[in-house]
């Protein structure tokens, strides 16, 4: 069927844009669709042809071998010429855009769908990794590297040098329990679930108004992991927010739950599900830990040096409140304290909701 290009309109920074299509001689066509393609980039960022193997595969997997319907539905896809195209959501916008422009409280049922959603992709996928390597390694090989166990190898013997040289190394049961937790994110056992490996609030779509319809997007990075995981972003600041809040307060740790159990029972097990989720927020402090030399390098005043030091704070929270990991919540502390010692603009009070209240946006 001859279709035809009519306008379009770029998306973003990076290579994805809106198409408006015209069918020949009347031909039923989506009327516009989004187009990914493969960056150019003149220091390289992002533009690894896996990329979209990834989200191809993953987007085909939950639609196709699932029937899932909370992600875009692919199209076409051409990857010898690096492109892919999918459903167009609009007029879905993204969820951090309603926070930044009008605040959580004016959005908790649209951050209740968030929860949910993240819950019901693990609780859906669990089981069927088999079927999904199958589809990915199909469309070419995947970095061996890439694979969990070698993945947290890597940030173990990562962290114990960042973290020495920041003046805050792991020593005595830290280092054991540092261990075990990776152990845990390594081997999820029933937790084992397809993420889209970056599950903030500007990769799910939903509707303003009326029924929220919201669908999960960006799953270039995606791949089985601990489902928990994904949780991480309900307790901790990703790189866009200072604080998101108290997710037990607010009811969104119910929502994920409840969601996540309806695949996974484990995750009704107080125990094991409290320490696979303090094990994946200490895991997620940490990698952002990495980032301190840099942070270093910035003027006084910029908001990613609190955030750091919010994000470990929020995450020994997390421990805490479910009773596990001990000695790694009281190093992720000492090391908090240390960073508002070394940088006087970080020493803010995060726990104030006047001044911090749910995600509130890093400048």
Known sequence: MPIRVGTWERLELWAVAR???????????????????????????????????????????????????????????????????????????????????????AHADRLAVFAR???????????????????????????????????FARLQDETRGHAAALGAPFTGQAETELGTALDELSDPGPFLALSNGDAETNNLLLNESGPADARLIDFESAGYTHALSDAVCLYVPGPAWMSVGDPIATGLADHYRRALACGVPEAEDDRRYGFGLAAACISWAIVRLQRFALLDTRSPGDDSRPQLVATLEAAARTAETHRALPHLTRWARRTADLLRRRRPDADLAFTDRAAFPPYTARA
């Open 117 to 151: 959603a993240h819950g019901e992709l693990s609780a859906a996928t669990v089981g069927h990794a088999d079927t999904y390597y199958t589809r990915r390694t199909a469309l070419g090989p995947i970095d061996p590297a890439a694979g969990l166990v070698g993945r």
């Open 19 to 105: 198409v408006a299509l015209r069918g020949a001689d009347g031909a039923d066509v989506p009327r516009t669709v989004i187009v990914k393609w493969v960056r150019t980039h003149p220091v390289g960022t992002r533009t690894e042809l896996w990329r979209l193997r990834t989200e191809l595969a993953a987007l085909r997997f939950l639609s196709d071998d699932l029937n899932l319907a909370l992600t875009p539905r692919i199209i076409a896809a051409d990857l010898s010429a690096g492109l892919v195209v999918m459903e167009d959501l609009a007029p879905r916008t993204a969820l951090d855009h309603l926070l930044r422009r009008d605040g959580a409280a």
